[in-house]
């Protein structure tokens, strides 16, 4: 089981920590329904070296879009020998016939359901073409074949997904695309999730749900669950939910530090494209003073290049994000995901300008942008990213916390992730990103010694008149 790396990993630009946070889950929880009798390998190409010389009955190949060229060459470098190539994931589902070029069998949607039912069909030497995921559940699922992960790789080998997709519909989002045909919204039984992270060794977990307050009954009993269990742990989730009730408290109760939160653009004209105006300050504002005063830090995602997106948009976030103390930030570079409604409207529009899937990274202009050329676009989110992390920005930001211990955790966590990328590539090199947990779990501890249960009129939303959900860009 091969998941290829990005031709970029050979270029100066290549950021080894980035690649090195979280093991291929995916392929990892396919893995769960080969027999005990099959020998599995997994191979992350983004941290170690793969080679093209053995002979295995199976090649399973996990396909994004920025990977889907290496992942073909992978793929016809077998087939060429007679070896049989299944592919699967994002991209196989977004670009199924350029896909099936390069594969025996290719796979659409989650493999959960479908990969099982290839290898009984592949067993009885009647495997078919394509595969489409229509069924979806998650209950019962074989648990997660961990033990083919190489946990010294990574540094979060315990990432964890407990839901699949997300209950909303952004336009501009891979999930409508990938879910189609069936449910675009699942969870895992309480018991069988709480199992999971029982399984998980250490303190410090990573969800890498979609939006982990999606499904807020389930998020709830969840939250109870992993009460009194002592983890830290990350997630994601969208603006809304973080202003709804009080399952964020209860979040952070069970031992949530830090939360990726879609804020997608500072510009309110943007949100007219899903024709919810919101008032972004008002909004934003809160969910940054509910996130701060529970003492969870934010990575706050911002997308540059909308259409309402003029030249002053790069210095206006980085403003914004830097007074509000968002702890870490991550721009995107507006993207079209082929099978998204953002790339249909564009192409109907004739401003598709590339069609390199090695480009759709979200640092690269593949469209032409309306209010702004491609250059002022590329060279406006470069400068947001020097202007977020200078020292004068990381600690202007720090110093917008309440308490002393907060704003030391920001600073070190800020300035850890972007600073300091040759001692990183030490560690990567040196096979000892293990030896960094205790400090990651160091950074997460919390800031207030008890969760503070404000009123929600304090942050002016309830769950009776929770406004509509505002992210509209994939994170
Ligand atoms: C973790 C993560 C990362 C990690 C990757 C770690 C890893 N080793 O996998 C890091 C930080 C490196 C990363 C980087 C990037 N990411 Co990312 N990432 C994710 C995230 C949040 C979770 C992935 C995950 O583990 N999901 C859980 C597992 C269980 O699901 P899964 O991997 O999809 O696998 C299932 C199916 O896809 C399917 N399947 C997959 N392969 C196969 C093969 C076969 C044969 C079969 C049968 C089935 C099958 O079955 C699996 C089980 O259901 C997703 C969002 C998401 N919710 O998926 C974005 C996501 C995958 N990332 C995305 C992007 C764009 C990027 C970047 C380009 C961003 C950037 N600017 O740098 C880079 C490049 C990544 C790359 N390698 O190409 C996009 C991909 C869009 C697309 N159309 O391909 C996503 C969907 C986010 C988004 N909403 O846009 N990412
Ligand atoms: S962008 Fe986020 S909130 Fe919107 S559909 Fe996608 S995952 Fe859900």
């Known amino acids: 089981m091969i998941l290829p790396s990005l031709l970029e990993a050979e270029s100066p630009a290549w950021r080894p920590v980035k690649y090195s946070l979280f093991p291929p889950l995916g392929l990892a929880t396919l893995a769960a329904h080969c027999s005990p009798d099959d020998e599995v390998t997994i191979v992350d190409q983004h941290v170690e070296p793969l080679s093209l010389n053995d002979e295995p009955d199976l090649v399973v190949i996990q396909v994004y879009i920025t990977n889907a060229y290496r992942a073909y060459a992978i793929a016809d470098s077998y087939r060429a020998r007679g070896i049989y190539v299944a592919l699967g994931g994002l991209h196989v589902t977004s670009c199924a016939s350029e896909a099936a070029l390069h594969a025996d069998t290719i796979f659409t949607g989650p493999g959960d359901e479908t990969f099982a039912q290839f290898l009984a069909d592949l067993r009885k030497g009647k495997p078919k073409p394509v595969y489409k995921s229509v069924t979806r559940s998650l209950i019962g699922i074989p648990p997660i074949r961990r033990d083919l992960i190489k946990r010294r790789l990574y540094l979060v080998p315990n990432s964890i997904v407990v839901t699949r997709g997300c209950p909303f519909h952004c336009s501009f989002c891979y999930k409508d695309a990938f879910f189609k045909g069936g449910r675009s919204f699942y969870t895992q039984r309480v018991d069988e999730a709480l199992a999971e992270i029982n399984r998980l060794p250490g303190r410090h977990l990573y969800f890498l749900d979609d939006h982990l307050l999606g499904h807020r009954k389930f998020a709830a009993n969840l939250f109870d669950g992993m009460s009194g269990m002592g983890r830290l742990f990350q997630g994601a989730a969208t603006v809304d939910s973080i202003l709804r009730g009080n399952l964020i408290e209860k979040a952070a109760t069970a031992g949530l530090r830090s939360l990726f939160v879609g804020f997608e653009s500072v510009n309110s004209a943007n949100h007219s494209v899903t024709g919810k105006v919101q008032n972004i300050n008002r909004e934003y504002n809160a969910v940054v003073k509910r996130l701060d005063d529970l003492g969870i830090m934010i990575n706050g995602s911002f997308v540059f290049g909308l259409d309402h997106d003029k030249p002053d948009v790069f210095d206006r976030t980085v403003d914004w994000a830097v007074n509000q103390g968002i702890t870490t930030a991550t721009f995107h570079i507006a993207t079209p995901y082929p099978g998204t409604a953002y790339h249909h409207e564009l192409c109907e529009q004739n401003r598709i300008t590339s069609e390199n899937w090695d480009n759709y990274d979200t640092r690269h202009v593949v469209f032409e942008p309306k209010l702004m050329d491609s250059k002022t676009l590329v060279d406006g989110y470069h400068r947001a990213y020097q202007n977020f992390y200078s020292w004068r920005n990381i600690t202007f930001a720090?110093?917008?916390?309440?308490?002393?211990?907060?704003?030391?955790?920001?600073?070190?966590?800020?300035?850890?992730?972007?600073?300091?990328?040759?001692?990183?590539?030490?560690v990567i090199r040196t096979r000892q990103l293990r030896t960094m947990t205790p400090m990651l779990e160091g950074v997460l501890s919390k800031v207030t010694a008890t969760v503070n249960q404000k009123p929600e009129s304090e942050y002016g939303s309830s769950e009776a008149d929770s406004p509509k959900p505002i992210k509209f860009f994939p994170r």
Do not use: C, T
């Open 398 to 426: 720090s110093l917008q916390h309440k308490s002393v211990k907060h704003r030391a955790k920001h600073f070190a966590y800020s300035a850890g992730w972007r600073k300091f990328e040759p001692l990183w590539d030490a």
